[in-house]
Structure formats: structure tokens, C-alpha cells
């Protein structure tokens, strides 16, 4: 039997195969019961993978990590209602951080929308402007739509989902509406081969700047800046501070204690003239206090993931490619590398297992073969201040930083790249995610270590202003919420393995562990 929806259905995952799209998530559903069955049609004869997840907030930051790690769209298929909306967190995350994903979400006809029918909610501008573009498919019948509309559909999607028209990259949502019959056994998806549009991008200015070389200057990476920022500080022997998801934190100009120079060398900071800005800087409040300084010039360096950050819209200029007219002086950086080497060197060292030694043993024990990913937990402020100069696939998400999802995320990476991958994180941040520990048993075994902080709860708060405002029976109340989980319990109800570390010997012997393993730390 056949239908007009299983006919758009297939077409759609046939061009979106033919596109590139490799990996496609999906949460089951009635409403989008066509599009499942075609993926699944594509994914039995190798023209994409297909990855099944039971909640779309999970499923939503799995296809995130995907596409993340790839840097290639992954696709999502949702039904209809609440499904939809339980994708927004993993769609604003993916709108700040430039990481293209498209969203197939199953609709009701036009005529049952706004009349009070199940499940039945207005999907359009439900994502407002986190999503590129936004297509509204009627739904299909015997002439309608066309394979050339479909083609111009996806083509649209694609190339917006990539940045190719302007914007940055980021997710695209295809709403589509299905009339029953939901779904047929004609067309098979497999059998389905249509030639995607070419889309011509859009043609980008470029940005040169000419800068003056005597200018005291620092090169500031923030997430997702790329071995650019290294590349130009060392070209022009600049400090590099560098955040430990820049992909910049490596080389012999890396100040990697620049959390502690702010604190501990102030006349050393305060003597900043110029600030170049690659990706997109969210841990340390005294970068941020830096670029807000008015004796301060900032320049900041086009990406095409994160957009730009322009603190308070104050950089001079937004350019491709920085050079200078004369030679910085050397003893600018050597006083940098002296107090940054001074600072870590004078650091107590404790013996006992703490936040720090946590951070060198994760970075010591992963190579440039596998994946780092770091939650928005204390830890990660950490690592900004202790992980080594290393060049690793170091993620996180810092488009919005928040703490949900990243056990998905680390998920969806591992999916994407086939390489072990290590996802650093702090007590709440797992809880938080931890109905992502369900995975699909009819995809590959993954090579997978949680690793788990637990210090009791939300001890990040413990630097901010509130801790010095309230009680401690407040304090851990409103804001430290500590749990009591038996993580271990939780693990193997997942079916993953558990070790609890007690020290630096046992961490070390546990990050040698192979296999999707929970490893908690106590801190």
C-alpha cells in the first residue's frame, strides 16, 4: 500500500542522505511513523545510520553531540505536541554554539490545528529565532508537494543549517503535516534516488586588519576557536590564554594559570593594550572584565561556529585575518611565561585527590585519538586553570552553558567519531542527565567514561555572591542542593559498569577502563 505521506517521507530522507546527512535520531511517535520508516529503509542498506532514543530532550542533545563532533547536519525526527518542545533546550544550545542540525517535526493537517485536537499544539515559531528558517509543509497529497519543492527544501535547509546564507550555522526546522493513512509499505526509501539541488553560498567579505605591533597584546580563546588563535600568537609572540574547549590550549605561548594571574599579578594584567578574540570566551570573569575596560582595544576574529563575541559591542573591529606593522617586543610574553610558571609552581600540592590533580590525571590519560567532553560543572573552571598545554578534541557546550543534556552530548560524540570519549562532570550535571544513560541496545557498543566530581552538590556556587549573603542551611539549601543518589545503583540499572575512586592510584587505574563505565570520584 502506499500513501502520500510514506511518498514525502521518503523523499525527504533520500535527499537529506544524498546531502550529506549521515547520522538521523529518532523518538518514536505516530505522527512521524512515515519518516521513521524511511530512515530505517536508508539505514538498512548503509546510506545513513540510525540511532533511536525514548526521550526527545535526550535525543536532542545526542544529535547535537553528532553534529558537534562531525561538524556535518544530523537530522531529528520527533511526532507531534510535547515532543516537539522538548527539543528546545538542545536547539538554543545548538543555535549559540553554530552547530547545524535539522529538525523533522511530524505535524496534524492544517484543518486540525487551533480546533482543540490531541496533541495538537501550534509548532510554527515554536523555536522563534533559534532556528535558521523555519519550512511549514501542508500535508501531502497524490500531486503535492513536488520532488522539485522537496529539493528546494532541503537544498534551503542544508545550506541555512551550514551558514551557507549569511547566518551562522545552527538547526532548521522542516515542520511537516501528515494526513492518514500515516504511513505505507510504497515507496522504500532505498529505492528513492533524487539528485539534490546545489545551492551557491553567499558570498562572505573578507576583513583584513594591519595592527600595531607595539601595542601590549593577548590572544583570547574561547569555545570552539580553533588552532587559529594558537597559530597567530605564536606567529607574533603573543600570551595565548586559552579555554580548555578552544582547541587553541596547546603550544609554547599557552598561559595556562591566567585564571590565578588575574588574581595574583595585577601588574602584569593591568598592562593589557589590545585583546584578539577568537571563539567564544564564557568561564573566567576577569576576561570578560577585560574586554569591558575602555583603555582596552578589542578585535575580534570572525568564526563560523559560536557567532561573534562582541562584549558590550565594543570591539573596533570583527576581521578574517589580523598581521602587525612591526615587531611585538619579546619581553611581553617572557614575563607572562615567568608569572604564569612562578604561580603553578607555588601552588600547594595536597596529596590527598582534589579538583586539580582530578583534571591533570583526565587530561594525562587521553590522547589526540579520542574525546574529552567537559560539563558546565565546577570542574571545567578547573581544568581552565590546570589542564596542561595539550592539543586533544576537547568539547562542551558553552553556547548557553547550561548543565543539561551532556551526558547526550557525550553520547551523540562518541556515535559521530567511533573513538573513546571521556565526559568530565560534576555530581548535579549527571544527575541532571542521567535518563541518557538508556541507550539504544540495537546500536554499537560504545566506548564511553562518565566520569563524576561528587563533592556534594552544586559547589560552583560556593565562589559566587550568595555564599557570603546566607546561612549555610540556605546556602546548601537554595542553591548547593546536595543529593542523595546511590550512583552506583543508578548505573547498573542502566547496565553500565561502576568504580568508585578514592584516590590518584584508583583513578588512574580506572581511566584505563574500556567500555561504557561510570567512574565517581569522591571529592
Excluded at 549559540?96 to 492544517?110: E, F, N, Q, W, Y
Excluded at 590564554?241 to 595556562?256: D, H, Q, T, V, Y
Excluded at 547526550?408 to 573513546?420: D, E, K, N, V
Amino acid at each position: 500500500m502506499s500513501s502520500p505521506a510514506q511518498r514525502v517521507a521518503a523523499q525527504i530522507l533520500a535527499l537529506l542522505s544524498a546531502s550529506g546527512v549521515e547520522h538521523v535520531f529518532l523518538a518514536p511517535g505516530a505522527r512521524s511513523q512515515a519518516l521513521a520508516i524511511a530512515a530505517s529503509q536508508l539505514a538498512d542498506v548503509g546510506r545513513l545510520k540510525l540511532h533511536v532514543r525514548l526521550d526527545e530532550r535526550s535525543l536532542g542533545f545526542t544529535a547535537l553531540g553528532a553534529a558537534l563532533a562531525s561538524g556535518s547536519p544530523t537530522a531529528l525526527i520527533v511526532t507531534s505536541g510535547t515532543a516537539v518542545a522538548n527539543l528546545h533546550p538542545a536547539v538554543l544550545e545548538a543555535s549559540h554554539s553554530g552547530v547545524p542540525m535539522i529538525l523533522l517535526t511530524a505535524d496534524r493537517p492544517h484543518e486540525l490545528r487551533g480546533v482543540g485536537a490531541n496533541q495538537t499544539t501550534n509548532q510554527i515559531g515554536i523555536f522563534a529565532d533559534a532556528v535558521r528558517t523555519c519550512f511549514d509543509l501542508e500535508a501531502p497529497t497524490d500531486e503535492s508537494p513536488t520532488v522539485d519543492e522537496l529539493r528546494y527544501v532541503v537544498a534551503t535547509a542544508i545550506a541555512s543549517a551550514l551558514g551557507e546564507t549569511g547566518a551562522q550555522p545552527g538547526p532548521v526546522q522542516i515542520n511537516i503535516a501528515f494526513r492518514e493513512p500515516l504511513s505505507g509499505s510504497e515507496p522504500n526509501a532505498a529505492s528513492v534516488n533524487i539528485e539534490p539541488l546545489p545551492f551557491e553560498p553567499t558570498e562572505d567579505s573578507f576583513e583584513f586588519a594591519l595592527l600595531d605591533g607595539t601595542v601590549p597584546t593577548i590572544v583570547v580563546a574561547g569555545a570552539e576557536a580553533g588552532p587559529e588563535a594558537t597559530e597567530l600568537a605564536e606567529a607574533f609572540g603573543w600570551p595565548l590564554l586559552a579555554e580548555p574547549s578552544s582547541g587553541a590550549r596547546f603550544g609554547e605561548n599557552a598561559i595556562l594559570g591566567y585564571r590565578l594571574l588575574f588574581k595574583e599579578k595585577r601588574e602584569l594584567t593591568d598592562n593589557v593594550g589590545r585583546v584578539i578574540v577568537f571563539g567564544k570566551p564564557t568561564l573566567s570573569r576577569d576576561i570578560i572584565g577585560l574586554l569591558y575596560r575602555e583603555d582596552v582595544e578589542v578585535i575580534v576574529v570572525r568564526s563560523k561556529l559560536m557567532g561573534h563575541f562582541n562584549v558590550g559591542g565594543r570591539a573596533s573591529a570583527l576581521v578574517d585575518e589580523v598581521t602587525v606593522d612591526s615587531e611585538p617586543a619579546g619581553e611581553w610574553l617572557a614575563s607572562w611565561r615567568l608569572a604564569d610558571q612562578q604561580l603553578r609552581l607555588s601552588a600547594p600540592v595536597t596529596g590527598v585527590l582534589t579538583r586539580r590533580e582530578l583534571v591533570e590525571q583526565v587530561w594525562a590519560a587521553t590522547d589526540g585519538a579520542e574525546n574529552l567532553v567537559l560539563g558546565a560543572s565546577r570542574l571545567i573552571r578547573e581544568a581552565e586553570t590546570w589542564a596542561p598545554a595539550k592539543p586533544l578534541n576537547v568539547f562542551a557546550n558553552r553556547g548557553l552553558s547550561g548543565i543539561d543534556g551532556t551526558i547526550a552530548t557525550a553520547t551523540g560524540i562518541a556515535l559521530a567519531t567511533g573513538l573513546q570519549t571521556r565526559a568530565l562532570m560534576g555530581d548535579l550535571t549527571f544527575l541532571h542527565d542521567a535518563s541518557s544513560l538508556a541507550i539504544d541496545k540495537s546500536g554499537p557498543e560504545l566506548d564511553l567514561q562518565i566520569i563524576v566530581g561528587s563533592d556534594g552538590g552544586g559547589s560552583i556556587f560556593e565562589s559566587l555572591e550568595m555564599k557570603g549573603a546566607l546561612s549555610a542551611r540556605d546556602f546548601d539549601h537554595l542553591f548547593r542542593t546536595p543529593q542523595s543518589v546511590d550512583i552506583a545503583g543508578l548505573a547498573a540499572a542502566y547496565g553500565w559498569q561502576h568504580v568508585l575512586v578514592a584516590n590518584e592510584t584508583q583513578l588512574i587505574i580506572a581511566l584505563k577502563k574500556t567500555g561504557r563505565v561510570v567512574i565517581e570520584v569522591s571529592l
